[in-house]
Structures are given as C-alpha cells and as structure tokens.
C-alpha cells in the first residue's frame, strides 16, 4: 500500500539573499502547493472515477513541477561554483604547464645530443632523480582509401583482406516467426537456432506536460 506523501513544512529557500530566477519560481510553486495535496489524498470512491484520476494528476503535475525547480536552482549554483573553480584550475594549471615544458623540452634536448653521440648506450639515462628514457614509436600504417585497396588486393593478394559475416537483423526479424506456444523462432518451420525473443512489456506513464 502507498502513503500519500506530506508537504515539507519548511518553506524552500536554497539562497538566504538571491536573485535566480529559478528560486522564485519554486517559492511562489511552495505556496500554490499548500491545500492541493489535501484534496487529493482521499481514497478514490471508484477507480474509474476520472475526476479524482484528474485530482491526482494535477497534483502530481504540481509536483514534478516543483522537483524541476528544485533542479534548476541546484544546476544554476553548481554552474556558478564550478565556473568560479575552472577559472581559478585554469590559470594555475597554464602556470604548471609552460614550467613543465620547458624543463621537458630542454631535457630532450639533453638527450637527443647524449643519443647521438652514443645511439646504442644512450637510450636510458639513469640520473639520481629520475630516468631519460628515449622510445622510437612504431611506424603508422595509414589506410587512405580503403576501397581501393581492397580492389587491388582481392585480384593480387586476396589473402590480405577478410570476409565478415552478421546477422541482417531487420530481414531477420521480417522473415522468422514466433512460436506462440513455445516461444521459438521458426523460419518456414524450422527452429532458427541462437534468436531469442523477449515479450515486450506494457508500461503507464502519466503525462501532465
């Protein structure tokens, strides 16, 4: 059995001296919203009574109207403290970087000299504070026009190219039928191994926008 909810006493004040829009709106919501859960939290003489059915449904209208409120303050107040915050990461962060890529900078080249006197021996340079490490990356094979190359290799070298296989799933799903009885897919009679099909499931959704 559900409980008719109660109103929160306590008026909704977030902002203790603000100007957001969306504060206001919820306060001037909060005392619209005073006697109308009352009205509505009777039992319902019959379940296809549609006034009371209408009762509810604007009730609840009222409310998820005020939980949008709620959410349009927090979001305005989150903005404002994160918009504050990323301003003061991005000036110390830009601070941090220039500094560090210098020192990196001037390091590689540290390195790069070090490698070329001794290509072999000077891959890793151990120091008191740390490691100079020096790794070519592998060579990036790029595929600029894959259409062609597979043309050229499916008359040259067919082995270099592969053949996918899927399920075409629309064609699939317009050809086999469901067994009623057994819930099998048949495709004209025959069970089509490794298809399952789930029932779909009636939902109910008050709309009150």
């Given at each position: 059995?559900?409980?008719?909810?109660?109103?929160?006493?306590?008026?909704?004040?977030?902002?203790?001296?603000?100007?957001?829009?969306?504060?206001?709106?919820?306060?001037a919501?909060?005392?619209?919203?005073?006697?109308?859960?009352?009205?509505?939290?009777?039992?319902?003489?019959?379940?296809?009574?549609?006034?009371?059915?209408?009762?509810?449904?604007?009730?609840?209208?009222?409310?998820?109207?005020?939980?949008?409120?709620?959410?349009?303050?927090?979001?305005?107040?989150?903005?404002?403290?994160?918009?504050?915050?990323?301003?003061w990461?991005?000036g110390?962060?830009?601070?941090?970087?220039?500094?560090?890529?210098?020192?990196?900078?001037?390091?590689?080249?540290?390195?790069?000299?070090?490698?070329?006197?001794?290509p072999?021996?000077?891959?890793?340079i151990?120091?008191?504070?740390?490691?100079?490490?020096?790794?070519?990356?592998?060579?990036?094979?790029?595929?600029r026009?894959?259409?062609?190359?597979?043309?050229?290799?499916?008359?040259?070298?067919?082995?270099?190219?592969?053949?996918?296989?899927?399920?075409?799933?629309?064609?699939?799903?317009?050809?086999?039928?469901?067994?009623?009885?057994?819930?099998?897919?048949?495709?004209?009679?025959?069970?089509?191994?490794?298809?399952?099909?789930?029932?779909?499931?009636?939902?109910y959704t008050?709309v009150?926008?």
């Amino acid at each position: 059995m559900i409980v008719a909810p109660e109103l929160d006493p306590t008026p909704f004040d977030p902002c203790l001296s603000c100007d957001h829009d969306a504060c206001e709106r919820v306060r001037a919501l909060d005392a619209d919203l005073g006697g109308h859960l009352a009205d509505v939290t009777d039992v319902a003489p019959d379940a296809a009574d549609r006034v009371w059915a209408d009762r509810m449904l604007a009730a609840l209208r009222r409310r998820r109207r005020r939980v949008a409120g709620l959410e349009a303050v927090a979001a305005q107040r989150l903005a404002d403290a994160r918009a504050e915050i990323e301003g003061w990461l991005a000036g110390e962060m830009s601070k941090a970087a220039n500094s560090t890529d210098w020192l990196e900078s001037q390091l590689a080249q540290f390195h790069r000299a070090q490698l070329a006197a001794d290509p072999r021996g000077a891959k890793t340079i151990t120091l008191p504070s740390g490691v100079l490490k020096a790794r070519k990356a592998p060579d990036s094979w790029e595929y600029r026009d894959e259409e062609a190359f597979v043309a050229w290799a499916l008359g040259s070298a067919p082995d270099l190219v592969r053949t996918e296989h899927s399920p075409k799933r629309a064609d699939v799903k317009r050809a086999c039928q469901v067994d009623p009885e057994t819930g099998e897919v048949r495709y004209g009679g025959e069970v089509v191994p490794g298809v399952a099909v789930d029932g779909g499931e009636t939902t109910y959704t008050a709309v009150t926008e």
